[in-house]
């Protein structure tokens, strides 16, 4: 096991200052571009972290501390923030989730031994058993794993105007 | 065709602070951590983008501006930084690509209509003819492969972590 309580919170520490850094004083156009039909763009991948912060990782963490055992954890829609209005600029979505990780962050802090209830259950609701620490951990790879995806969302971009450099980069044809 | 002077000009600014945001702070599990023999981990990925800043783009970029279209660019050895001691910390590696880089940036202000010679032909020792903005371009989607590299070797770190989540976290067999 890799995992640990305070290697965690410095990745989850760093995500919207590097999130911030990535999509700051780009044009449009990189901010648009998605990989196809149903797939995300920029300012999707913010609103579905948005999202999380307020309706995943919190609920199912307070569900998993003080739930019982047998009542399935709060389901989590990926696709929610699909169906909301969503024309805030990036600037004011990547504020509005460094605020939302912010507070979910103390609120993380307040909880006393959090460190020895890492083994505590929850019940997935397609999973079944879910510790804790593997939904820490699952937040921590969610992040990185949306900020893989904005990387290779903007790479593919220029897909076509490396020319044959294409041989050498593998996140062209990376899903 | 996607590329644009100003367009790469963004991406290219804003790589060294989110690399910078995405690294710091964090302890040095995260830093060493790899996807195994023969792969790279954070401080021999920044050893190379230094590399890279010192040796590729640049020396490229001014043999197809300048160079016999006859003569074939510069080559680029992708692993000359695995033969060198590295054993800086990263604040001072993240420092010194942030610093070559600016320099860099500041090199192509100084050519004169960089624009109009979008077009420009260089040999490529692989490849052969390649144009000034593939050269540019690829350098753009080195950037963020690199960053989707560091990303994926620190999510890998939690591979077994996430429990069952591992199922919906595709960057987690991602190469």
Known sequence: MQFSLKGALEVLD????????????LSHGWLQCNEG???WNSYEVIDHLIESE????IPRLEAILHGDEHAPIPPFD??????KDTNNPIQQKLMDFKTLRAH???RLETIPSLESHLDAI???PVFG???LSELLSTWVVHDLTHIAQIVRVMA???QKDVGPWQAYLGILTNK
Chains 1, 2 share one sequence.
């Open 37 to 39: 039909d149903r797939t």
């Open 122 to 124: 929850g019940l997935h």
């Open 129 to 131: 058993e879910v510790k």
């Open 104 to 106: 979910n962050l103390s």
């Open 14 to 25: 760093n995500t919207p200052q590097a999130l911030d850094c990535l999509l700051s004083n």
């Open 156 to 158: 593919k971009r220029y």
């Open 54 to 57: 307020k309706h995943n990782w």
């Open 78 to 83: 990926r696709y929610a923030h699909l169906n």
